[in-house]
């Protein structure tokens, strides 16, 4: 990607901000940008870039830190029997979901695929464990070839996805990782491994866990293969990449603003049930006053309320008052 890129969306953040859509819009530009691939093993001259330095964010101070023997995710108990697992040395710092049940344990998303992750959900969990993605992007799929049992949304895009690719590799570049990777992480051969789809989840299917089921909730936008979960009993929303705390992206393969906007009115509606919102990046947790604050800003945009702030490489940035958006510029004046 140009470093003018680079400058104009991390500016816009002040942390690092992009996200698997950057990523593959922009492998191209990272390819021949970037050095030859960099050893970031625990030998080699470690870096300590800005994004990382205040990790990890004022949030977690206010959550219950879980000692775990592992150092690469740190673990935080953010309601009843459910462990958000964070991943701070990486800039992407994706948040997965660990929900037990009576019977079996849901494992919402798997990272970036660069800890030992099944090691860790194991010492976290006796139970079973399903996966469930938020969607088939690479920093959410990375450690399904850890597991054995995969829930993606019914979808070509997620079919394609679960073939595998080398495209994560960019996110080893110099500046993205924060402190050593794990020692027995090998970057020469660092890939989104192909994984099986035991099943196949459709808008409305409920995931039973014993004592606890998760409803799917089919909320295209961000991806075509992005899905929330709820737990309506606890209150409990997961969001994965259609909200969280930080800049939100619409643009890239896959990516449909008309199909995002009735994604976040749907959420919005729900809004009164919702206790916790819990999103794939960055900070687990956010109020559900969030999100009919998202429709609203959303629904700005897409009427020209909020104004562009800018367009670099056909990527153009809102900022509403609470969310800034990234959409494709050759969506800027899309019907209403
Ligand atoms: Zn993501």
Redesign the pocket.
Do not use: A, I, K
């Given at each position: 990607m140009s470093v003018f890129l680079r400058l104009f969306l991390l500016e816009s953040s002040q942390m690092r901000i992009l996200?698997?859509?950057t990523l593959v819009v922009f492998l191209l530009f990272a390819a021949i940008l970037s050095a030859p691939a960099q050893n970031h093993s625990s030998g080699a001259a470690l870096v300590t870039p800005d994004w990382c330095r205040k990790l990890p964010r004022p949030e977690y101070s206010h959550l219950q830190r879980i000692p775990v023997h592992d150092s690469w995710f740190q673990v935080y108990r953010v309601a009843p029997h459910v462990l958000a697992i964070y991943e701070p040395h990486q800039w992407?710092e994706?948040v997965m979901y660990l929900v037990d049940g009576s019977q079996r344990a849901l494992l919402i998303?798997t990272g970036m695929g660069i800890g030992n992750l099944r090691a860790l959900v194991s010492e976290l969990t006796p139970l079973p464990v399903i996966v469930v993605n938020?969607?088939t992007?690479p920093?959410?799929t990375g450690g399904n070839w850890q597991f054995n049992t995969i829930y993606n949304l019914d979808s070509d895009y997620a079919r394609n996805n679960a073939k595998g690719s080398t495209e994560i590799r960019a996110e080893l570049e110099p500046g993205k990782i924060c402190g050593a990777l794990p020692k027995d992480f090998n970057p020469a051969t660092y890939a989104t491994r192909p994984w099986h789809t035991a099943r196949w989840l459709h808008d409305g299917d409920l995931i039973d866990l014993g004592g606890r089921r998760l409803q799917v909730l089919a909320t295209p936008g961000?991806s075509p293969d992005s899905i929330c979960l709820f737990d309506a009993q606890n209150g409990l929303l997961f969001t994965?990449?259609t909200y969280?705390p930080g800049p939100v992206?619409v643009f890239g393969p896959g990516s449909d603003p008309i199909a995002y906007q009735r994604s976040v009115e749907r959420l919005a509606a729900l809004a009164a049930k919702v206790r916790l919102v819990l999103g794939?990046?960055n900070v687990p947790i956010a109020p559900p006053s969030i999100l009919p604050e998202l429709a609203r800003e959303y629904a700005d945009v897409r009427a020209g309320k909020i104004p562009a702030a800018g367009t670099e490489e056909e990527i153009t940035k809102y900022p509403g008052p609470q969310i800034t958006f990234f959409l494709s510029a050759s969506y800027v004046s899309y019907s209403k």
């Open positions: 996200r698997p859509c992407e994706t998303d938020s969607h992007h920093d959410h961000h994965g990449d969280y992206y794939g990046h």
